[in-house]
């Protein structure tokens, strides 16, 4: 739903995306060649997933962000074109999704890795239960929104003075693909998150007090705290999405949502945006951690100083 009055100004809205999108995009970067330069951590199961988010995010970043930073600046769509129109639109779906039902499958998946790290002991077990599970969820949701948005069975209609071209998603129009497009992609998914993180902090505990011992949350602590901040992140930015389609779904007047409807769609862009500084606190856990994560701006000069000569006084001994 678009407004002609906005409550929070064009001006506004991009001095705040921008100040947040360049240092993302850096910390992005830093990140994923910290991540990707080391074939240990490259190879680790339990990496694979931010791999695959920061990814994901950055090319959102550079993509639809931009085009929101364009917008905002000249208060029109640039060029006003069908086909900049369309990759905006399949771009803010399709991967902000992807996103969603990354994390909430990471969310079952951080489960298996840390309660039943047998279940991933050989490759055909690592191929069932890591590898296609994310390459199902991904690939289903690039190509269900490539049918409703690049080749729906019906007609878009484009306003180039609203952001998104007005997001003529004409498939909505249709009650059944609404519903599927905000239960499967949006509600489910958050409800997952919720649970399995909740659920992972419980059984983290629990085992704990039970064994009296630290189980096996030293070896895997940094792979539960980052879930647990990432859906923590997620969740505080999206419940308000949530709020509102499913109040709309119970067919409540979309009135009554105006103002905090926009408030919660511009700040739920700030999980991507925030995303990269979570898992990078997550990630550092001393400032050695943090040398080799950002090593050039970490390098130590050689200082060559004179060296100062310690004299002794010998006593010349007479021979006998």
Known sequence: ??????????????????????????????ILYYTLSSRTRRRGIHNHFIILLL???????????????????????????????????????????????????????????IFHDKWLSSVKKRFLL???????V???????????????????????????CGH???????????TWDSVVHNIIPAITIVIFSISLLARVLIKNHRMRRAFQWRKHRKI??????????YLLLYIPIICIELVQLCCVSEELNGPFEQYAHF???????LLPFVY??????SSWQLKMLLPCWFRATQVVEPMAMTTGHFTARNPN
């Open 138 to 164: 991904i690939t289903y949701t690039i190509l269900f929104h490539f049918v409703i948005i690049v080749i729906p069975p019906c007609e878009n209609t484009y306003n180039y003075t609203q952001e998104i």
């Open 267 to 273: 700040f739920s862009y700030y999980v991507i945006l």
């Open 55 to 113: 990814c994901n995010n950055l090319i959102y970043e550079l993509i639809d962000i931009s085009l929101f930073l364009n917008y905002y600046r000249s208060g029109t769509v640039v060029p006003a074109t069908k086909s900049l129109c369309l990759m905006w639109m399949f771009v803010d779906e399709t991967l902000y999704n992807v996103s969603t039902v990354t994390i909430a499958w990471a969310s079952i998946e951080r489960h298996i890795i």
């Open 1 to 30: 739903m678009q407004y002609t009055d906005s409550v929070i100004s064009n001006p506004v809205r991009f001095w705040l995306l921008l100040i947040a999108m360049v240092p993302s995009v850096a910390c992005s970067i830093a």
């Open 130 to 136: 890591h590898y296609a599970p994310y390459a199902i």
């Open 280 to 285: 990078m606190g997550s990630l550092i856990e």
């Open 168 to 178: 003529p998603l004409c498939s909505h129009n249709s009650k059944l693909v609404g």
């Open 224 to 233: 539960a705290i980052q879930l647990l901040l990432i859906s923590f992140l």
